[in-house]
């Protein structure tokens, strides 16, 4: 059965009419999904009870099931885990911090990227999530918020999975974000954070010119970074800066590299000299993140003296900076820990 939330509204408009609906259709079904957040065809109330029928028959309209949730004891961060209906696993997280309120989202379930630091990357690419199975991500959110008259103030796709290697159903998701006939999320509330594929980097730019962009870099020369992410041999630093360089021209926008510092691998003052040197002059902002520890990576992250001594270099290089306090490692919801089960 079809997933509602995978059709665009032009797609709704055709269906609609091969039921000999009036237009106006697209509109009540449209905010009814994604004004009122409705999750069951009954709530429909402004459509014909026969038209209501057809939907039901022909659509699904919860394209996955809860499983799991697990929340940090501080209340402020939570996992849910979700089960898509080829049985794999999907997480998404919601994070409370001061008055923001950020859910993490996924583009996957699994990854094939195969990165040796992240728990997602250990598990292998399983799935590639629909525009629709990443919405209903967002919609869950949204319902459960909605009961306390809280909102999303931002919405990071930092979750499972990289977004460039599913980016026709990521795109047609972010549109269904911002519209505003429903969802209404602004561009610049939106962040999406790839390992950095350069051709997807330059249209992306130029599709969404007002989406956040970070990459993922996590060391300042190839050899390093073959070590750590194995498609670096594929798409090497360089080339990723080259993209990088042409996305600036193109957008005018800042972008984040996040830089997982790993105790005695990539911490070092000579590391934070190369990366202050290969970034200087760049409109960038880096964010660094202490390792979060996982089952198969046998490493620490740096004392926390060596990631400020990190972070003074590249202050001295002229290189924003900030240090990412990870939430929810106490669950397996921080950074690079979704891995699809519970502790
Ligand atoms: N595939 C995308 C998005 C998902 S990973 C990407 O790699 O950017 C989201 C973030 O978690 C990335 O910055 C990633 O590098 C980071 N991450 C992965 N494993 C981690 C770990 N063990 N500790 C800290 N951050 C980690
Ligand atoms: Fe995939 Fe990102 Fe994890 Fe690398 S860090 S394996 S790209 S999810």
Not at 108 to 135: M, N, P, R, Y
Not at 168 to 184: C, F, R, S, V, Y
Not at 292 to 320: C, G, K, M, Q, Y
């Amino acid at each position: 059965m079809r997933n509602i939330l995978d059709l665009e509204k032009e797609e709704l408009h055709t269906y609609l009419r091969s039921l000999g609906q009036p237009d106006y259709r697209v509109g009540q079904l449209w905010s009814g999904l994604y004004g009122s957040y409705f999750n069951r065809w009954d709530q429909f109330t402004t459509l014909p009870s026969n038209l209501r029928h057809h939907l039901e028959e022909d659509f699904s309209i919860q394209p996955f099931c809860e499983v799991t949730a697990i929340q940090t004891p501080d209340g402020f961060t939570k996992k849910m885990l979700f089960q898509l209906p080829d049985g794999n696993p999907l997480e998404s997280v919601l994070m409370y911090s001061g008055e923001r309120i950020s859910i993490c989202i996924s583009s996957q379930s699994g990854c094939s990227v195969g990165c040796k630091f992240c728990a997602t990357g250990k598990l292998g690419w399983k799935h590639d999530l629909s525009s629709g199975e990443i919405l209903a991500q967002v919609l869950y959110f949204v319902r459960e918020l909605n009961e306390d008259q809280q909102k999303i103030t931002n919405i990071v796709i930092m979750g499972m999975g990289e977004p460039f290697l599913n980016y026709e159903q990521l795109k047609k998701a972010i549109l269904t974000m911002n519209d505003h006939d429903g969802l209404n999320i602004g561009s610049r509330r939106i962040t999406v954070s790839t390992i950095g594929i350069p051709e997807q980097i330059l249209r992306f730019g130029q599709d969404f010119s007002q989406v956040n962009l970070a990459i993922s870099l996590h060391a300042s020369n190839n050899q390093q970074r073959d070590e750590l992410v194995p498609i670096n041999k594929k798409y090497p630093i360089e080339k990723i800066l080259e993209a990088v360089r042409q996305y600036i021209a193109v957008t005018n926008r800042r972008v984040t590299f996040e830089y997982i510092l790993i105790k005695d691998l990539n911490d070092g003052p000579e590391d934070a000299i190369r990366l202050g040197n290969l970034l200087h002059g760049l409109l960038c902002h880096v964010n660094l993140i202490p390792l979060n520890p996982t089952e198969h990576f046998h490493r620490f992250p740096p004392a926390p003296e060596a990631v400020r001594s990190f972070r003074n270099i590249l202050i001295d290089h002229h290189v924003p900076v900030t240090i990412r306090s990870s939430k929810g490692t106490q669950i397996r919801a921080g950074c690079g820990q979704l891995a699809g089960k519970l502790s």
